[in-house]
């Protein structure tokens, strides 16, 4: 992605976020995501790989709908008289292997609620998970597998 596209969508998350649209705040915006950039010019790659917007809209309504069944899935959990919980870590074997990828990744599980990324081996190969019911360990690699990590992969390869 371009940096000039990077920035504006950076000065348009900062105008939805501080909840001002006016041109001094758009500029404001502008500037904060060019300076954004300009800090971590030395941690970007660019390794020739595209992002594909529908694709990133995909994986945005994927995150909407998982939040939404998790979260009624712990609300029932919690006001259910008799706890039946085992939490438990499980490792999840990654098939992404950018930083960004994983970092993504990571983060969706985290904000799903039930579930907390705890760490990331150090070949960066696998990606240890805490959930709140870990009665089906395949089942939840299963599901990260096919939701989550699909999803990424072909948003940004």
Not at 27 to 36: K, P, R, T
Not at 46 to 74: C, M, N, Q, T
Request: a positive charge; charged letters at 20%; hydrophobic letters at 55%.
């Amino acid at each position: 992605m371009r940096p000039a596209v990077i920035v504006a969508l950076f000065a348009l998350v900062w105008l939805a976020v501080s909840g001002s649209f006016t041109i001094p705040n758009l500029l404001l915006g502008l500037a904060a995501g060019a300076l954004s950039l300009w800090l971590i010019r030395g941690h970007i790659q660019l390794d020739g790989r595209r992002v594909r917007p529908l694709k990133v809209l995909s994986l945005v309504l994927l995150f909407i709908k998982e939040l939404a069944l998790s979260a009624w899935k712990v609300a029932v959990l919690v006001a259910s008289p008799k706890m039946a919980l085992k939490p438990g870590i499980f490792a999840f074997p990654l098939t992404v292997d950018r930083d960004f990828e994983i970092t993504l990744l990571a983060n969706l599980i985290t904000l799903t609620p039930g579930t907390l990324s705890v760490d990331v081996s150090e070949d960066r190969k696998v990606l240890y998970v805490h959930a709140i019911d870990c009665s089906d360990p395949a089942g939840a690699r299963r599901d990260i597998a096919n939701g989550f990590e699909k999803k990424i992969m072909e948003a940004f390869r």
